[in-house]
């Protein structure tokens, strides 16, 4: 068992900050786009799918780049 020094361990970053939760949340925003803009039942889902769509998009983008 190891015990890490306190001043050398990596904090831990808030969740918004996590690459690998943030991308989750985007790759299901665009899969939430997809569903809304292949649905027949709601004139609202469609008509806000392509935004969710392109949020969900530029969120994956942008998140890729922060690190591991």
């Excluded at 985007?26 to 709601?42: C, D, S, V």
């Amino acid at each position: 068992m190891t015990h890490e020094n306190p001043a050398t361990a990596k904090p831990k970053r808030p969740f918004f900050l996590r690459r690998g939760a943030m991308e989750n949340i985007a790759t299901a925003l665009i899969a939430i786009g997809f569903l809304m803009l292949f649905q027949p039942f709601a004139l609202v889902l469609y008509t806000y799918s392509l935004v969710t769509l392109l949020a969900g998009t530029v969120m994956f983008i942008i998140v890729s780049k922060f690190p591991e």
